[in-house]
């Protein structure tokens, strides 16, 4: 579900408001069979015709709307620091009961991305079964395409994935794994999937602590505060440094990295010469206005846009596979 807005109200609200009760009053006793079709238009009071009246009115005076996912904070200046990198030890960290892993995927040059998929499945799916089975654990795979049209956008599909997952796992809370498909985790670091700490937990904070790329772990409410990735940031690269500054925005936040040794076995590499840099530079504008404008809070989970395509089956239902058109500014590829 989309995060909704949250309006900071000025006092001459109170006369718009009470003008628009007016109005709806006249409509009552003047046109009576017309009222309850104006009020029933959407169950969803974000909807009524009251909020509609409110929405025009807080266009009209700009009454900037922040993201309910989190307020702004303070501009990061040190990115590259890594400061903020804890590490622990698989035990220290307690575990999840609902587990989402979330795999943004599009095929580059051949097979080559489907192959990677396959055989990261065939690495994750043996664990959920075994901690659904012997911990009662909700573990399930969200792979989320994006159709040919227009460059591939890892942070949009990550978004579209954790709302995937939280219509899945409904009201209840849950740890979002946002997973690229060519990392695949050898046994000890798999054992980090089941986990959730106080700050997101980057697996792959051994290769590159500044951003959130590879393999990071969220906890539910902690990707709600940072709003999720960017949308804004097409083809590769920007979006993992981005995330890190919108979760650092607040500079009291810790980010968690695994003590002992664990590793991924990474594939892209044979891929990163198919990498789709076209928009680089774009997306190194929108990670600096993200930063220095705070405007992360009304850009990620906030604004997405994204129609369904099509559902691919699975032979195993831990997977949820879907193949999705993203909206949104984008050159065609």
């Not at 959407?42 to 009115?57: G, H, K």
């Not at 040190?78 to 622990?88: G, K, L």
């Not at 709003?227 to 936040?253: K, L």
Request: negative net charge; proline residues 5%; glycine residues 8%.
């Amino acid at each position: 579900m989309m995060p909704l807005s949250r309006t900071v109200y000025r006092p001459y609200h109170v006369l718009i408001s009470f003008l628009a009760l007016l109005s709806l009053s006249w409509l009552a006793v003047s046109a009576p069979e017309i009222t309850p079709r104006l009020m029933m238009v959407n169950s969803d009071p974000e909807l009524s015709l009251i909020s509609r009246v409110f929405s025009v009115a807080r266009e009209a005076v700009k009454v900037e709307a922040v993201a309910e996912a989190g307020e702004t904070g303070v501009p990061v200046s040190d990115h590259y620091s890594c400061h903020q990198v804890r590490q622990r030890r698989l035990e220290e960290v307690p575990k999840s009961k609902n587990i989402a892993v979330l795999i943004p995927f599009r095929e580059q040059s051949g097979q080559e991305r489907h192959g990677e998929l396959a055989g990261l499945l065939d690495t994750l799916l043996p664990y959920g079964q075994n901690i659904s089975k012997d911990e009662g654990v909700r573990f399930k795979v969200f792979v989320v395409e994006q159709s040919r049209n227009g460059h591939f956008n890892r942070g949009a599909l990550m978004n579209v994935g954790f709302q995937s997952a939280q219509n899945f796992f409904g009201g209840e809370a849950f740890s979002a794994v946002a997973q690229d498909c060519d990392f695949v985790p050898d046994e000890a670091m798999l054992q980090w999937y089941s986990r959730s700490g106080e700050g997101p937990i980057h697996l792959a904070s051994y290769a590159y602590c500044p951003g959130f790329g590879g393999v990071t772990i969220f906890g539910h409410a902690q990707y709600l505060a940072m709003d999720g990735y960017s949308h804004s940031m097409w083809g590769w690269g920007g979006e993992d440094d981005d995330a890190m500054d919108r979760w650092m925005s607040d500079p009291a936040r810790i980010v968690l990295a695994p003590a002992s040794g664990e590793r991924f076995k990474d594939l892209g590499k044979t891929e990163d010469k198919f990498r789709d840099k076209q928009s680089y530079d774009k997306s190194m504008k929108v990670w600096a206005a993200d930063n220095q404008n705070q405007n992360w809070v009304r850009e990620g989970l906030a604004g997405l846009q994204f129609s369904l395509l099509d559902k691919v089956s699975h032979e195993d239902p831990m997977v949820e596979h879907i193949v999705v058109e993203l909206g949104g500014s984008s050159d065609s590829s």
